[in-house]
């Protein structure tokens, strides 16, 4: 069947790779910034362009000064969805965000949770879909300060909270630094993920070695990225024998990268890998769901069938129980047969 960008956007979608403070509209970003007295870098509509990356990381800190009460993380969670839904038929999201971005500035954990739960729940209320979330480890933090973090997640124990992730430059930190966080989140019954060989680090910094790591000492249920794995016909074979999923992104950040990446996750599917496509950071990235796949789709000359797979693979790889999963899956293929009737 033929394709158009208007039918790829009305298909349903599951987003399991974006982080919360990638998803702030700009206008958001601004008003919370006034709220607390805060200068903006540059003009609100400017202010996602980047001339380099430090002008990104202003951006990034800035965000991580102004989510300081539980209102204002209700309405950036309920925001992520709502937008998630209205650009992209979204109907399942795992969001993660890294809860110690935001202690400095005076938002405990159970402040940030009370926000982020009741703005799902106001999502839930008002759109059909469904939302989880991972708490994140910075790589480029210390392993105390991740053990930290397990100490709050545990202490705060929420439903809501299905897994954990580990995100940052690789070369900062590899993941066997982690193997004790990661096992105190095995014993506390939570999933495990961890961004992985990505293409914005060296074959040094981010080596496809680092996948047994994930696998062996993480113990990963699941995986953000993974294009560096394709230089090893060990690694590659590795992670199709186990069968892990990798959450990987379409869209980058440097327009530079973007070619690559797409030639990344088209081998990353020859080699008959299990990948799902996701935005990683929609507003910062100037992306949605919708955008990303329809960005894929075109670039590799992909079609239907291919925007199909990417749809049902993400019902596949969420961390939803067996029950919400069975009903989703059931309503993706409703939704799907029903666009294809409508198109023949
Ligand atoms: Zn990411």
């Known amino acids: 069947m033929e394709w158009t960008p208007s039918l790829v956007t009305q298909l349903p979608k599951v987003e399991l790779h974006c982080h919360l403070a990638g998803t702030l509209r700009p206008t958001t970003l601004a008003e919370l910034a006034g709220k607390y007295g805060l200068q903006l870098p540059r003009a609100v509509e400017e202010l996602y362009v980047y001339r380099d990356f430090y002008d990104f990381l202003e951006v990034l800190r800035l965000i991580a000064l102004v989510l300081r009460e539980h209102e204002d993380f209700e309405r950036v969670a309920y925001e992520a969805i709502e937008d998630a839904f209205t650009t992209s038929n979204v109907r399942h999201l795992e969001m993660s965000f890294n809860p110690q971005y935001f202690i400095p500035s005076g938002a405990s954990y159970a402040t940030q949770m009370k926000g982020l739960v009741a703005g799902i729940e106001a999502a839930e209320y008002d759109f059909p879909v469904s939302a989880l979330l991972l708490a994140a480890l910075d790589r480029e933090w210390d392993p105390a300060s991740a053990s930290e973090m397990m100490d709050l ?18 070369r900062a930190g590899p993941p066997a630094r982690f193997e004790s966080a990661y096992r105190r989140a095995t014993q506390a019954g939570l999933k495990k993920t961890a961004h992985v060989c990505e293409d914005n680090q060296t074959l040094a910094e981010a080596p496809p070695s680092h996948l047994d790591a994930c696998l062996d000492l993480l113990q990963c249920d699941r995986l953000d990225h993974g294009y560096n794995l394709m230089a090893s016909k060990a690694s590659i074979q590795r992670a199709k024998d186990s069968g892990i999923y990798f959450a990987v992104c379409g869209v980058t950040s440097v327009a530079a990268n973007r070619s690559r990446r797409l030639a990344a996750i088209e081998r990353m599917a020859a080699a008959g890998l299990n990948t799902t496509l996701n935005t990683d950071d929609p507003a910062m990235f100037h992306t949605d769901m919708a955008h990303t ?12 069938r291919e925007a199909k797979q990417f749809s049902l693979a ?8 067996p029950q919400a999963k069975a009903e989703l899956r059931n309503d993706f293929q409703r939704q799907i047969a029903k666009l294809e009737v409508q198109r023949t």
């Open 153 to 170: 997640i545990v202490a705060h124990r929420h439903e809501r909270v299905v897994g954990i992730g580990l995100d940052g430059p690789e």
């Open 314 to 321: 993400g019902v596949e790889a969420c961390w939803l129980d």
């Open 293 to 304: 796949y329809n960005h894929v789709l075109e670039g590799l000359g992909w079609g239907w």
